[in-house]
């Protein structure tokens, strides 16, 4: 199962950049910023219900920190999943970018998705501001994500609360920052989009995991500690996801 849950992490990342970063390469012209924040919100959804049950479906490195400072998993998975993810955000990227290689005119450098501020931010957010918001953003979804979920797996219906406050960070983020509230996300596509973005990529890593630690903690407190889990924890639910039990 250990192995499962990493592969859900990668292959939930790669299919969340693929399609939802896609709809902002391919569709902005056709459908603005609410149809990209939209398919965002769906992507998770639907990605949610399928690898939920096997790894939780982070498919984020800040919901991972918040999972493992809730005491929700061992460390030695949180580091699993976050190699994971980042792999699968680069892998996704690789995969729209090889696509949109193949279509005329369309402009990567520079653009593809990526985040930004200052002069790379669509209403020109400063870079204290794109950090402000980058934190609140990933906090909210955290926040979600940690007081809907079940201690390990994401139950059937929290996935559409997670995704619904995915869309409206989307929604918000967009017109400021492109809305990362995901590293893994963020790093792919500005691998492939120029120097440019990657000048900025430390702000949407390091804010998002700050945003998703900070709702750990809040989260303890509004919540409860709850009781951390071990290792013989996660042995049984390995064997309750693989039917062993």
């Known amino acids: 199962m250990e192995k499962r849950a990493a592969v859900s992490e990668f292959l939930g990342t790669l299919l969340l950049v693929f399609f939802a970063v896609g709809a902002a390469v391919f569709g902005a012209e056709y459908i603005g910023s609410t149809g990209i924040a ?13 690898l939920g049950p096997i790894s939780g479906c982070h498919i984020n490195p800040a919901v991972t920190l918040g999972v493992w400072m809730a005491g929700r998993m ?33 402009g990567i450098s520079g653009a593809f998705g990526t985040n930004g501020y200052g002069y790379r931010s669509a209403v020109g957010v400063n870079t204290f501001g794109a950090f402000v918001a980058e934190l609140v953003l990933t906090f909210l979804l955290v926040y979600v994500v940690l007081s809907v979920t079940h201690r390990i797996a994401v139950v059937r219906l929290a ?54 630690a900070i709702a750990a903690l809040v989260h303890r407190t509004t919540h409860g500690a709850g009781q951390p889990l071990q290792d013989a924890d996660w042995q049984t639910a390995d064997a309750v996801a693989a039917g062993e039990r």
């Open 38 to 50: 939209l398919a965002f919100g769906f992507t998770l959804v639907a990605l949610a219900f399928a």
């Open 74 to 106: 061992p460390f030695h998975r949180a580091v699993e999943y976050w190699v994971a993810q980042v792999v699968g955000g680069i892998v996704g990227a690789l995969l729209l970018y090889l696509v949109a290689n193949q279509i005329p005119g369309l």
């Open 159 to 212: 996935a559409l609360p997670i995704g619904l406050a995915y869309a409206v960070t989307q929604l918000i983020g967009i017109p400021l920052t492109g809305a990362s509230v995901n590293p893994a996300r963020s790093i792919g596509p500005a691998l492939f989009a120029g120097s440019q973005p990657l000048s900025q990529i430390w702000l949407f890593i390091i804010a998002p995991l700050v945003g998703g």
